[in-house]
């Protein structure tokens, strides 16, 4: 399965990313660095170190909010957290194109959230909240959220519940408890957990088009126009093999500090 979905797929990609673009057609096999150093223009760089920042802020926000949210639903009743996973579930139902055009209503001036804060007094007149990188970043988080508490339940469900009590037995706070017992113990479920929502941001395609302006488009927003509008696969693939050897290197520097720690 990993050869047919994953090596074979990226063996071709990495080939076409060093082929030559053919004005007259589509592109001809070659073997050259141009659709690399291209890509390591300013223009370009500047969306990398873009795209890269708005993965690792989602990551680390989706990761700061589920962690604490996680440990409280896990102390609720059975039902409670029947009822909680069933709407994250409901949320994991939703498209990117719904989540993008629902964000983009509520943060609107005409139907959005700021009519509310006029009727209550916070703000004078109503105003558009996006296109914007404050919009842009709140539906990424949206979206990932569910994703995050998910991958983080099991864990926190099978963590001892004693710990915590032995803590504050030897009179420590519930926030130094939480933050000195456990958080050590799931130290290894948040890296994997920051790398694979990082991971997701860095491929979001829909909610910076819809949510953000031009700048705050992402690289595979780019990959999709210079593959499919500007007919440019070498290019597209390029970027595409970028973007796949940067998930790799994280998942290795992953591995590599999981296997100092255990030595």
């Not at 082929?19 to 223009?41: E, I």
């Not at 914007?132 to 983080?152: D, K, N, R, S, W």
């Amino acid at each position: 399965m990993l050869v047919i979905f994953f090596v074979i797929p990226f063996s071709i990609m990495l080939a076409v990313s060093f082929f030559r673009r053919n004005p007259a057609g589509f592109y001809s096999p070659d073997f050259v660095f141009d659709n690399y150093a291209r890509f390591l223009s300013p223009f370009f760089g500047s969306v990398l170190g873009f795209s890269l920042l708005l993965a690792i802020l989602v990551a680390i926000i989706c990761v700061a909010v589920s962690v604490p949210f996680t440990v409280l639903l896990t102390r609720a009743s059975r039902r409670a957290q029947t009822l909680w996973l069933v709407a994250l579930l409901s949320v994991l139902s939703l498209s990117e194109v719904i989540i993008g055009f629902s964000w983009s209503t509520l943060l609107s001036r005409t139907a959005g959230i700021t009519n509310l804060f006029v009727a209550i007094g916070l703000m004078e007149a109503p105003r558009a909240l996006l296109p914007g990188f404050g919009a842009v970043l709140t539906g990424m988080v949206y979206q990932a959220l569910p994703y995050t508490i998910l991958i983080l339940y099991p864990a926190i469900v099978r963590l001892d519940p004693t710990l915590m009590e032995a803590a504050r037995t030897l009179g420590a706070s519930p926030t130094r408890a939480f933050f000195n017992v456990v958080i050590p113990a799931l130290r290894n479920t948040i890296v994997a957990t920051l790398i694979m929502v990082f991971v997701f941001a860095l491929g979001s395609y829909l909610l910076p088009q819809i949510l953000g302006r031009p700048r705050h488009w992402t690289l595979s927003v780019l990959i999709t126009d210079q593959a499919i509008l500007q007919s440019n696969m070498p290019f597209a693939a390029a970027m595409a093999v970028f973007l796949v050897l940067i998930s790799l290197a994280l998942v290795g520097l992953t591995v590599m500090a999981g296997g100092r720690r255990e030595a």
